[in-house]
């Protein structure tokens, strides 16, 4: 089962910073966050991972509470081809399960 | 960064025959992959786990006689669907870890089987 909620979706101006919510409040000390995005018909695309430090990278930034509970990925500039279904994830003994996702749709 | 692809990418087949997918790690070594199904505006459903010289481990529910997994080298991983039929018509998507990486699934394109 997965262990994140994430809302069914969002909507976001182009140009604007895409903050898409997730929450994982059951998560152990030891569990990575990961952030994967899937576009209509193609495989998951990695976006990033985290265990208790904010993280940034070239595709995006994770900012994580400090009780863990819950996340955030923050894309800076969004564009129209960041509309996908973006998963958050919490590794369950070397395996990534996923839930629902959030549709996230860039608008022009 | 790593690549992981799938053959073939799309498949059409008559209902009762058995299909093979394959999975391919192209520029690491991967231990352990991983295989999921995907239906129509459904999230990706993990299947099994695919073990380098070992035996797959199953999720629940999923039939290992149907769905046979073979992970011969370090590289490659099969997914065979058998005797399949229209309800087994999904996009399949295998991931791959590097050995001894601990970090990001690297995911192939998927395969999409069509029965009918």
């Known amino acids: 089962d997965a262990k994140t909620t994430q809302p069914p979706s969002m909507d976001c101006a182009e140009g604007r910073a895409a903050n898409l919510p997730c929450n994982h409040s059951?998560?152990?000390?030891?569990?990575?966050v990961y952030w994967y995005r899937q576009i209509h018909s193609q495989g998951p695309q990695y976006i990033i991972h985290?265990?208790?430090n904010n993280e940034t990278n070239e595709m995006a930034s994770l900012i994580i509470t400090e009780d863990r509970k819950s996340s955030t990925l923050i894309l800076p500039h969004a564009t129209l081809r960041d509309t996908a279904v973006y998963y958050c994830?919490?590794?369950?003994?070397?395996?990534?399960?996923f839930g629902a996702g959030t549709i996230l749709r860039v608008k022009s | 960064g790593a690549v992981v692809s799938q053959h073939p990418s799309w498949v059409i087949c008559k209902s009762g025959t058995s299909v093979k997918i394959e999975c391919r790690s192209l520029?690491?070594?991967?231990?352990?992959m991983f295989w999921y199904r995907q239906f129509p505006k459904q999230s990706l459903m993990l299947m099994a786990t695919?073990?380098?010289?070992?035996?797959?481990?199953?999720e629940q529910g999923v039939e290992k006689d149907k769905f046979l997994i073979n992970h011969a080298s370090l590289t490659l991983s099969t997914l065979t669907v058998t005797s399949a039929h229209p309800e087994d018509s999904s996009f399949y998507i295998c991931?791959?870890?590097?050995?001894?990486?601990?970090?990001?699934?690297?995911f192939g394109e998927g395969s999409r089987l069509t029965v009918l």
């Open positions: 994830i919490v590794r369950v003994a070397n395996k990534l399960v």
């Open positions: 059951t998560i152990s000390g030891n569990e990575y």
């Open positions: 991931s791959a870890r590097a050995a001894g990486n601990t970090g990001e699934l690297f």
């Open positions: 985290g265990l208790k």
């Open positions: 520029d690491f070594q991967a231990t352990t």
């Open positions: 695919s073990n380098e010289g070992s035996k797959a481990t199953y």
